[in-house]
Nanobody, 120 residues
Framework: VQLQASGGGLVQPGGSLRLSCAAS???????????LAWYRQTPGNQREMVAQ???????KYADSVQGRFTISKDNTRKTVYLQMNDLKPEDTGVYYC????????????WGQGTQVTVSS
């Protein structure tokens, strides 16, 4: 099982990026029944949750990205996305996708991380 993240890059403040994370090796029912999330980490700081999709509950966002970021998924492709709009320099960091299998924190998958840099 592998999570492959992509879509990071350099963007100016106010710009947009879309991150993708493809889950290979997961059967569909596992993908749809699991919590899907994006985290980010900046130098000297702990990894923080940015956005989540929780089955039967919905989506959840960090206060700092509410209204600017949107998490979504394509079950057919077993891919989770993070649309990031109105990017700010403080959004700079390494973004990781995360799957918590059936909501069990003891059974998690992490992607390899993709760098997002917001700078003029």
């Amino acid at each position: 099982v592998q999570l492959q993240a992509s879509g990071g890059g350099l963007v100016q403040p106010g710009g947009s990026l879309r991150l993708s994370c493809a889950a290979s090796g997961l059967i569909l029912s596992t993908f749809t029944g699991s919590t899907l999330a994006w985290y980010r980490q900046t130098p000297g700081n702990q990894r923080e949750m940015v956005a989540q999709i929780i089955p039967s509950t919905g989506t959840k966002y960090a206060d700092s990205v509410q209204g600017r970021f949107t998490i979504s998924k394509d079950n057919t492709r077993k891919t989770v996305y993070l649309q990031m709009n109105d990017l700010k320099p403080e959004d700079t960091g390494v973004y990781y996708c995360n799957v918590v299998i059936f909501g069990d924190d003891r059974n998690q998958l992490w992607g390899q991380g993709t760098q997002v840099t917001v700078s003029s």
